[in-house]
């Protein structure tokens, strides 16, 4: 019965670790179509009614997710925790009006910045077609990392603290 368990562990680890490898080679495929530019001042409007001004002396981390994708569901609260210590932009996609997005983020107590991209032209801009998409630039604008796919509070928290230097 011990090796049964011991043998099950084991398969069960090997498949986590497969998976955790596939699925970051997949976001480094899917990455490599993104937008490399130049972060430029971005004033966005956000649901808040509010304008989004960047802080130049700070890196920014710029999330791409929409209401209706299951993987930004299960990402928002890393994305709520960093918003918490870093600055953080998010962008919904086609996840309809302001108030259908206010309404979201109380339902899910989240309430990081958000700008509605309500019909997707900040995603064309930055070449975004899957979601969750995640950007992150230091405080000169430039791109320092970028993924798509689900990403840990861990994960965000050093590349965030990688992009400080």
């Known amino acids: 019965m011990k090796e049964k368990l011991k043998h099950y562990a084991k398969e069960i680890i090997s498949f986590i670790i497969i998976i955790t490898i596939l699925s970051n080679l997949i976001s480094i495929y899917k990455s490599s179509d993104l937008s490399k530019e130049k972060l430029s001042n971005t004033n966005l409007e956000l649901v808040s009614g509010y304008k989004f001004e960047l802080d130049n002396s700070k890196p920014i981390l710029i999330h791409f997710w929409a209401s209706w994708c299951p993987t930004c569901k299960l990402e928002a609260q890393n994305i709520q925790t960093i918003s918490e210590n870093f600055q953080v932009l998010s962008i919904a996609i086609k996840s309809g009006s302001d108030y259908d997005i206010v309404e979201y983020l109380a339902e899910n107590e989240l309430n990081f910045y958000v700008h509605n991209d309500e019909q997707g032209l900040l995603s064309s801009k930055f070449n975004v077609v899957a979601y969750p998409?995640?950007?992150?630039?230091?405080?000169?604008?430039?791109?320092?990392?970028s993924e798509v796919g689900y990403t840990s509070t861990f994960g965000l928290w050093t590349r965030m603290l990688w992009s400080e230097l």
Not at 133 to 145: A, E, M, P, S
Request: charged share 30%; glycine share 8%; aromatic share 24%.
């Open 133 to 145: 998409t995640t950007f992150i630039y230091d405080k000169d604008g430039n791109l320092k990392f």
